[in-house]
T-cell receptor, first 114, second 115 residues
Framework: AQKVTQAQTEISVVEKEDVTLDCVYETRDTTYYLFWYKQPPSGELVFLIR??????QNEISGRYSWNFQKSTSSFNFTITASQVVDSAVYFC???????????FGTGTRLQVFP | DAGVIQSPRHEVTEMGQEVTLRCKPI?????LFWYRQTMMRGLELLIY????????DSGMPEDRFSAKMPNASFSTLKIQPSEPRDSAVYFC?????????????FGPGTRLTVT
């Protein structure tokens, strides 16, 4: 089965707290790609990051960081010092080299309160 | 640079009417995707094109839905006749090349309401 699970439906934090959004995927393929997208209240889907299965290096971009662990089939997303503007629904997605289809998780709604 | 452009942004129509949604992908992108998002079903891929050719339309819910891509810079999604259960946000997305390793860039979506 090929599947993405985002077990956290909704998370609420207060500004400046760190928050981690979990993403667990299932696949037997050895070549695959993982993505995170952000959907703010305005509705558009914004691409955040892509990672291929051969690159397990963690990545940091400003307050955002991603932890890819093949051993646990996880690709978690951490926001450091969260801000109100981080409030959005965040989607994790999976795809494969031989298809253009993205398999989306159900999303995690993050609310950051001032 | 312009992103993916969709029109209209909002559409309200009566059941039975024809609805046409339009999309202009990012210039130079060779793959185009149509998605539908609802609270109940989340994000669903309806159809996608590579180099203007439909590759997989298995997500199209029924024959009332059709999509075309007459050239590299334009695609339409048509619903005829529309039904209230078609109410959703429809997204168009494009990516640089065929193959799963390329990120998709989404348009702002068209919010369709069928009364």
């Amino acid at each position: 089965a090929q599947k993405v699970t985002q077990a956290q439906t909704e998370i609420s934090v207060v500004e400046k707290e760190d928050v981690t959004l979990d993403c667990v995927y299932e696949t037997r393929d050895t070549t695959y790609y993982l993505f995170w997208y952000k959907q703010p209240p305005s509705g558009e889907l914004v691409f955040l990051i892509r990672r291929n299965s051969f690159d397990e290096q963690n990545e940091i971009s400003g307050r955002y960081s991603w932890n890819f662990q093949k051993s646990t089939s996880s690709f978690n997303f951490t926001i450091t010092a969260s801000q109100v503007v981080d409030s959005a629904v965040y989607f994790c997605a999976l795809s494969f080299y031989n298809t253009d289809k993205l398999i989306f998780g159900t999303g995690t709604r993050l609310q950051v309160f001032p | 640079d312009a992103g993916v452009i969709q029109s209209p942004r909002h559409e309200v129509t009566e059941m039975g009417q024809e609805v046409t949604l339009r999309c202009k992908p990012i210039s130079g992108h060779n793959s185009l995707f149509w998605y539908r998002q609802t609270m109940m079903r989340g994000l669903e891929l309806l159809i996608y094109f590579n180099n203007n050719v439909p590759i997989d339309d298995s997500g199209m819910p029924e024959d009332r839905f059709s999509a075309k891509m007459p050239n590299a810079s334009f695609s339409t999604l048509k619903i005829q006749p529309s039904e209230p259960r078609d109410s959703a946000v429809y997204f168009c997305a494009s990516s640089l090349k065929p193959g799963g390793g390329y990120e998709q860039y989404f348009g702002p979506g068209t919010r369709l309401t069928v009364t």
